[in-house]
């Protein structure tokens, strides 16, 4: 069975960085486009970035371009977001999975991202 793991959250003050991981057991994120998705307080989960399977399209939404970046280690079957400048507005679980939403495994537990100002 799948398991996806999402870890490196945490509380940090604005203007302050984490990285977050994403790692899967049961299953490799092989030949899939992956993503990373936050489900802010009261509203739906959005993807805020993706990565396509060799690295070389990525996406940003909007409002995380110049902030986050997001990679991916094929080898180690592990997709990353380094989020920088964080602001409030980042507050919210950060979940990874496959950006295809026909292709995606279960959601794993995400990973709690809490910014203050």
């Known amino acids: 069975q799948v398991q996806v793991v999402e870890s490196g959250g945490g509380l940090v003050q604005a203007g302050g960085s984490l990285r977050l991981s994403c790692a899967a057991s049961?299953?490799?994120?092989?030949?899939?486009?992956m993503g990373w998705f936050r489900q802010a307080p009261g509203k739906e989960r959005e993807v805020v970035a993706s990565?396509?399977?060799?690295?070389?399209?990525?996406y940003y939404e909007d409002s995380v371009k110049g902030r986050f970046t997001i990679s991916r280690d094929n080898a180690e079957n592990t997709v990353y977001l380094q989020m920088n400048s964080l602001k409030s507005d980042d507050t919210g679980v950060y979940y990874c999975?496959?950006?295809?939403?026909?292709?995606?495994?279960?959601w794993g537990q995400g990973t709690q991202v809490t910014v203050s100002s």
């Open positions: 990565i396509s399977w060799a690295g070389n399209n990525i």
């Open positions: 999975n496959v950006e295809a939403e026909r292709f995606r495994f279960p």
């Open positions: 049961g299953r490799t994120f092989s030949g899939y486009a």
